[in-house]
């Protein structure tokens, strides 16, 4: 019966796993006692495992990694991120973190499961059968998850902020971490993210000098772009010039911003993919 | 055949106020026990004295063994028996063990869901156990009140947030810097309050202490105490960035931190937070400071209202606490009355002395 399951309800599974860690630290945290760190926990990790599988039978039907379209890469940025969060996410000693990043997974794969015409068309064999361009484009998504996980922490960390500047340390906001832990957190995620994105796109830039027709401007601009951002906030960062609030609402407004990105990227595939890849309506 | 009772007698700060409390305390714990020792009919015991209860637990075998208990107590103290009379509390069977389980879970301490009365009913039982005092009765109540006790702290807010001024200086502080072991804290002043906070940091891991003030020989004296380095009180603005977390409790008419001078200090040193606590009245810190970046300020007034918020918070948890203690009394009470049936005279000879210490604890 399970094998029958189509990769879009195995990603339901999972979306409906992460949307159940939210209520759980919702209602622990409404109720006022600590957040069952080890429930939630479990109830991401088995999402994440219901969503390998989703996303291992769409790559096995696309012939490559899962990037085709809008929801196969709103689905692959929320994977990577609670990928993140699973190998790394303990470490961080905080409940809460585990309800924020199934607040974001929940959020990615459920907003792209009701948008249909998200996954009107897929596409295969998208990479042309270039195993180094897949590389380039899975590292650049997982790098957009660790930027998502950057985005939770700087969310986290104004929230910490607001509450120690208006005097409100009560309630669900003493389950947030330090200030400093987060902006710990939030500087080891950036330096992650950006040396992953650089990776990405050196695999990217050794394919496309090759043949500079192959990406379109707006994809190669914006992904340029985004990662010079990124590079430049760590940058200030490191530097002392980028702090605090500003440094947490700016990690805000990127991830904001990368995410408007793929809308490039999605826009302009280059041709010999685009030749490559054969459609299947939905 | 009557059955054998488990009971508790005892005085507490419910009705005795602080000058009758010291006359309570117990003078010689070894004495008090051999005189319970000698009680006749009396099997178990033992004595849990704090600085806001003595209360002594037992198992008699009949109801007559604890009013031998009491006037045992009250002429080893030299306590007027009527006195005590008044002001004492007498829980028998069920209730006795709940009552203990609600003490170690810090629901019946002046100050609500403390953990400091749980280590002292441990040390108490411990005292009773090495010595043979306590038998197959005491020994259950006892350790299933240390796992009730630890089960409402983890599942109810009771012993959530603080609620004392210093206290929750200290919370502010892990709220910022996390763990305070690399913090650096600089006490301005040295009146009693800025020393007890200043204390509260040092047993909260805070290594390194500074303190300043404008009377050279007291500040050596405080400094000395608290195991700290002195800056000069002239020096304060200056080397303000030098530290991370500032208690000021002056007794200055004016300010003593200007917000230009706290300004200067969070430029050198961006990317750490500063915390200024400011217990002083009037105030040492020019309240403007508090909208600098990355400066949080408060005053004493701030942490009063969140130390009684926390008080309230865990004033409504009573209930639920209560709920909880109740079920398990009732539980431990239906293993623990074939105990008492079994220790009804002649059941037995009452377990005391070394060798006993052995035979009544659970593993």
Same mark, same amino acid.
């Given at each position: 019966?399970?094998?029958?399951?189509?990769?879009?309800?195995?990603?339901?599974?999972?979306?409906?796993?992460?949307?159940?860690?939210?209520?759980?630290?919702?209602? =622990?945290?409404?109720? %006022?006692?600590?957040?069952?760190?080890?429930?939630?926990?479990?109830?991401?990790?088995?999402?994440?495992?219901?969503?390998?599988?989703?996303?291992?039978?769409?790559?096995?039907?696309? #012939?490559?990694?899962?990037?085709?379209?809008?929801?196969?890469?709103?689905?692959?940025?929320?994977?990577?991120?609670?990928?993140?969060?699973?190998?790394?996410?303990?470490?961080?000693?905080? !409940?809460?973190?585990?309800?924020?990043? +199934?607040?974001?997974?929940?959020?990615?794969?459920?907003? !792209?499961?009701?948008?249909?015409?998200?996954?009107?068309?897929?596409?295969?064999?998208?990479?042309?059968?270039?195993?180094?361009?897949?590389?380039?484009?899975?590292?650049?998504?997982?790098?957009?998850?660790?930027?998502?996980? *950057?985005?939770?922490?700087?969310?986290?960390?104004?929230?910490?902020?607001?509450?120690?500047?208006?005097?409100?340390?009560?309630?669900?906001?003493?389950?947030?971490?330090?200030?400093?832990?987060?902006?710990?957190?939030?500087?080891?995620?950036?330096?992650?993210?950006?040396?992953?994105?650089?990776?990405?796109?050196?695999?990217?830039?050794?394919?496309? !000098?090759?043949?500079?027709?192959?990406?379109?401007?707006?994809?190669?601009?914006?992904?340029?772009?985004?990662?010079?951002?990124?590079?430049?906030?760590?940058?200030?960062?490191? %530097?002392?010039?980028?702090?605090?609030?500003?440094?947490?609402?700016?990690?805000?407004?990127?991830?904001?911003?990368? $995410?408007?990105?793929?809308?490039?990227?999605?826009?302009?595939?280059?041709?010999?993919?685009?030749?490559?890849?054969?459609?299947?309506?939905? | 055949?009557?059955?054998?009772?488990?009971?508790?007698?005892?005085?507490?700060?419910?009705?005795?106020?602080?000058?009758?409390?010291?006359?309570?305390?117990?003078?010689?714990?070894?004495?008090?026990?051999?005189?319970?020792?000698?009680?006749?009919?009396?099997?178990?015991?033992?004595?849990? #004295?704090?600085?806001?209860?003595?209360?002594?637990?037992?198992? #008699?075998?009949?109801?007559?063994?604890?009013?031998?208990?009491?006037?045992?107590?009250? +002429?080893?103290?030299?306590?007027?028996?009527?006195?005590?009379?008044?002001?004492?509390?007498? *829980?028998?069977?069920?209730?006795?063990?709940?009552? *203990?389980?609600?003490?170690?879970?810090?629901?019946?301490?002046?100050?609500?869901?403390?953990?400091?009365?749980? %280590?002292?009913?441990?040390? /108490?039982?411990?005292?009773?156990?090495?010595?043979?005092?306590?038998?197959?009765?005491?020994?259950?109540?006892?350790?299933?009140?240390?796992?009730?006790?630890?089960?409402?702290?983890?599942?109810?807010?009771?012993?959530?947030?603080?609620?004392?001024?210093?206290?929750?200086?200290?919370?502010?502080?892990?709220?910022?810097?996390?763990?305070? /072991?690399?913090?650096?804290?600089?006490? *301005?002043?040295?009146?009693?309050?800025?020393?007890?906070?200043?204390?509260?940091?040092? =047993?909260?891991? +805070?290594?390194?202490?500074?303190?300043?003030?404008?009377?050279?020989?007291?500040?050596?004296?405080?400094?000395?105490?608290?195991?700290?380095?002195?800056?000069?009180?002239?020096?304060?603005?200056?080397?303000?960035?030098?530290?991370?977390?500032?208690?000021?409790?002056?007794? /200055?008419?004016?300010?003593?931190?200007?917000?230009?001078?706290?300004?200067?200090?969070?430029?050198?040193?961006?990317?750490?937070?500063?915390? $200024?606590?400011?217990?002083?009245?009037?105030?040492?810190?020019?309240?403007?400071?508090?909208?600098?970046?990355?400066?949080?300020?408060?005053?004493?007034?701030?942490?009063?209202?969140?130390?009684?918020?926390?008080?309230?918070?865990?004033?409504?948890?009573?209930?639920?606490?209560?709920?909880?203690?109740?079920?398990?009394?009732? %539980?431990?009470?239906?293993?623990?009355?074939?105990?008492?049936?079994?220790?009804?005279?002649?059941?037995?000879?009452?377990?005391?002395?070394?060798?006993?210490?052995?035979?009544?604890?659970?593993?």
């Amino acid at each position: 019966m399970l094998a029958e399951l189509s990769d879009r309800q195995w990603l339901w599974g999972a979306a409906g796993l992460y949307a159940a860690g939210v209520l759980l630290g919702t209602i =622990s945290l409404l109720r %006022g006692g600590r957040t069952s760190g080890a429930a939630i926990y479990g109830a991401i990790l088995a999402g994440y495992v219901l969503q390998f599988i989703g996303l291992g039978l769409r790559g096995h039907a696309t #012939g490559g990694c899962p990037l085709g379209n809008r929801f196969e890469i709103f689905q692959f940025t929320a994977w990577s991120a609670i990928t993140l969060y699973l190998v790394v996410g303990v470490t961080f000693r905080s !409940s809460i973190f585990g309800v924020f990043t +199934a607040c974001l997974g929940a959020s990615l794969t459920l907003a !792209s499961l009701s948008i249909p015409s998200w996954d009107a068309i897929r596409r295969t064999h998208i990479f042309g059968g270039n195993p180094w361009i897949e590389l380039h484009a899975a590292l650049a998504m997982f790098s957009y998850g660790v930027f998502g996980l *950057l985005a939770l922490a700087s969310a986290m960390f104004l929230l910490r902020h607001f509450s120690l500047k208006s005097k409100h340390l009560g309630g669900w906001f003493s389950f947030l971490p330090s200030i400093m832990d987060l902006d710990h957190i939030e500087v080891r995620l950036l330096g992650a993210g950006v040396a992953i994105l650089t990776v990405s796109l050196a695999f990217g830039w050794v394919y496309w !000098s090759r043949d500079t027709s192959t990406v379109g401007h707006l994809k190669l601009a914006a992904t340029v772009a985004v990662w010079i951002a990124y590079a430049a906030a760590l940058g200030l960062r490191i %530097g002392g010039r980028l702090l605090a609030r500003r440094f947490a609402w700016t990690c805000l407004a990127l991830f904001a911003a990368a $995410l408007l990105s793929l809308e490039a990227v999605e826009g302009s595939r280059h041709p010999a993919a685009a030749q490559a890849s054969e459609r299947i309506p939905q | 055949m009557s059955e054998a009772c488990l009971f508790v007698i005892g005085a507490s700060h419910h009705k005795a106020p602080l000058e009758v409390r010291e006359r309570l305390a117990i003078v010689s714990e070894e004495g008090l026990r051999a005189d319970l020792a000698a009680v006749p009919g009396l099997r178990e015991f033992a004595v849990l #004295g704090t600085c806001n209860r003595v209360e002594l637990y037992g198992v #008699g075998e009949d109801a007559g063994a604890e009013a031998s208990v009491q006037a045992a107590y009250c +002429a080893r103290q030299r306590f007027n028996a009527d006195e005590f009379e008044r002001i004492r509390f007498r *829980l028998m069977g069920r209730d006795a063990a709940l009552h *203990l389980f609600e003490v170690a879970s810090g629901l019946d301490s002046q100050l609500l869901g403390e953990n400091e009365i749980l %280590g002292q009913v441990k040390e /108490a039982y411990t005292a009773a156990q090495s010595r043979g005092t306590t038998g197959a009765v005491l020994n259950r109540v006892f350790q299933r009140a240390f796992q009730a006790a630890k089960h409402v702290r983890t599942h109810t807010g009771i012993s959530s947030g603080r609620v004392s001024v210093a206290n929750v200086a200290v919370e502010l502080a892990c709220n910022i810097f996390g763990s305070l /072991a690399g913090a650096r804290v600089l006490v *301005l002043g040295t009146g009693e309050i800025g020393e007890g906070t200043a204390r509260a940091f040092r =047993s909260r891991g +805070a290594a390194d202490l500074a303190v300043s003030g404008r009377r050279i020989e007291r500040v050596a004296a405080v400094a000395s105490g608290l195991g700290a380095n002195t800056v000069h009180f002239d020096e304060r603005e200056s080397r303000l960035s030098d530290y991370d977390i500032v208690v000021c409790s002056t007794a /200055a008419p004016r300010t003593v931190l200007a917000t230009s001078a706290v300004d200067a200090a969070i430029r050198r040193r961006p990317a750490r937070p500063l915390l $200024l606590i400011d217990l002083a009245l009037p105030r040492d810190v020019e309240p403007s400071a508090a909208r600098l970046q990355n400066v949080f300020l408060y005053n004493l007034d701030d942490l009063a209202r969140i130390a009684e918020q926390n008080r309230s918070a865990r004033e409504a948890e009573i209930g639920r606490c209560k709920a909880i203690l109740a079920q398990r009394a009732d %539980g431990l009470w239906r293993q623990v009355q074939p105990h008492l049936s079994a220790a009804a005279p002649g059941a037995g000879a009452p377990r005391r002395g070394p060798d006993a210490a052995r035979q009544g604890a659970s593993p």
